[in-house]
């Protein structure tokens, strides 16, 4: 299992690379932004990204765009301060699969992971 | 200032700090802000802009900031690192996103964080914006939540916020 982590604070990243690590995910790379992580996406291939909103040079809702283009089947997560309803809806109008609000704990954002890889699994 | 604009950071420092650390956060009496020195020698900075604009500051003494960091982090970093200012911008960004979220006003948008280290430091809020000081007391420390918001003179549209 392959993960993309895109977040411009490494603190955040480590935070969900030590979730990960915990559910047995090893396989990680890192993007500090939508347009790094277009450049990584296509050599990596990620079974599942985990994607902030607000980052410079291109914020998040932006890669999901993009990347849906051409990828409709990878589960992406959006991991982010942006809690109001308009903006979930916003998000998953442009295609991720499940929403996760900081802050969240540990267990919260175990838990989103493994119900999104279990419901794309039987969507594929 | 409005204190419907100031109990959404009271509960989003609350629940970031808990949510994040296990960290209890009392909060003292706002009052106004008459001078524009930091409070403390760690500011974290974020800009809002869209229907409402203005600046959120969390301001921490270098001890205080050093405590919370290593609770945040699990690690501990040197206040002149870059992984120290990340952490407290990752602070003071979900203070903020939390904080938006219970505005009325739909449309607001917030920047990406900025930190600045150093004692005495001055902090240009824009001309008349009053800011309100939210004292927070921790087991790690004093720390400062300051909120300087304003309703926008004019009316933006909500979809170029994001």
Not at chain 2, 28 to 39: D, H, I, S, V
Not at chain 2, 102 to 120: L, T, Y
Request: glycine share 6%; aromatic share 4%.
């Amino acid at each position: 299992m392959k993960i993309l982590l895109i977040d411009d604070s490494k603190t955040m990243r480590n935070i969900q690379k030590s979730v990960l690590k915990q559910l047995g995910y090893t396989e990680i790379e890192e993007a500090c932004d939508g347009q790094d992580a277009l450049s990584k996406i296509g050599a990596f291939n990620p079974d599942l990204c985990l994607v902030d909103w607000n980052m410079p040079v291109m914020d998040g809702l932006t890669f999901v765009t993009t990347f849906r283009q051409t990828n409709k089947t990878t589960p992406l997560i959006m991991v982010t301060t942006e809690a109001e309803k308009s903006r979930v809806i916003e998000a998953i109008k442009a295609g991720v699969n499940n929403y996760v609000v900081k802050p969240f704990t540990p267990d919260l954002l175990s838990e989103r992971i493994t119900e999104t890889l279990a419901k794309c699994a039987v969507g594929s | 200032m409005d204190a419907n604009m100031i109990t959404p950071f009271v509960n989003a420092i609350q629940n970031v700090f808990s949510t994040m650390f296990q960290l209890p956060v009392e909060i003292g009496e706002p009052r106004l802000k008459t001078n524009r020195k930091a409070t403390h020698d760690v500011s974290g900075i974020i800009g809002v802009s869209g229907v409402m604009v203005g600046t959120i500051v969390l301001s921490m003494p270098l001890e205080a900031a050093g405590s919370i960091v290593t609770l945040f982090t699990g690690e501990e970093y040197e206040a002149d690192s870059d992984d120290f200012a990340d952490a407290v911008g990752e602070l003071v960004n979900m203070i903020s996103g939390n904080a938006k979220a219970e505005f009325q006003r739909k449309g607001v948008s917030i920047s990406c964080p900025s930190v600045v280290i150093g004692a005495d430091h001055t902090i240009a809020l824009q001309s008349g914006v009053p800011c309100v000081l939210i004292p927070c007391s921790t087991d790690c420390g004093e720390v400062v939540l300051e909120v300087a918001l304003r309703e926008a003179e004019v009316e933006v549209s909500t979809s170029a916020a994001a």
